[in-house]
């Protein structure tokens, strides 16, 4: 009976420290992924927009009342016509998020186009903001 109870414990353990290293791995993709969320003015959310999707420019605006508009410009590097959902996160001049975020909106591009997507702040506060894109569900 000891020998079946060691060799099972040492099994369990090994399986345990396993499913620990798998889980860091997907905790420092998913912080690699907020990281440039956190960053970058316009982020791609996951592998196909990555491979799918750029932008070809952002065009940043304080209007009269000063709220922040931005237009950005998505453009569909496939032949192929996608479909991706696009949000705008607005922050403050230290890059953290005001409590503004517009819903995702699907967004459909149809071969190798480009589209011009705006989002407002809601009010003053916002002086940053990253636009972010991800695949449909």
């Not at 032949?79 to 991706?84: E, G, K, P």
Request: proline share 2%.
């Amino acid at each position: 009976m000891k020998h079946l109870f060691l060799p099972t414990l040492a099994a369990l353990a090994v399986a345990a420290l396993a499913g620990c290293t798998h889980g860091g791995a997907y905790e420092a993709r998913n912080a690699q992924r907020y990281d440039l969320e956190n960053k970058a003015p316009f982020a791609l959310m996951d592998s196909m927009v990555q491979r799918s999707v750029t932008s070809s420019g952002i065009q940043k605006q304080t209007l009269e009342d000063g709220r922040l508009r931005v237009v950005a410009n998505v453009r569909n590097r496939e032949a192929r016509r996608i479909q991706v959902q696009i949000s705008c996160v607005f922050k403050d001049e230290n890059m953290a998020a005001t409590g503004d975020e517009t819903p995702w909106t699907n967004l459909i591009l149809t071969e190798s186009a480009q589209e011009a997507v705006e989002f407002v702040s809601m009010n003053n506060k916002a002086k940053n903001f990253t636009v972010r894109v991800r695949q449909a569900h």
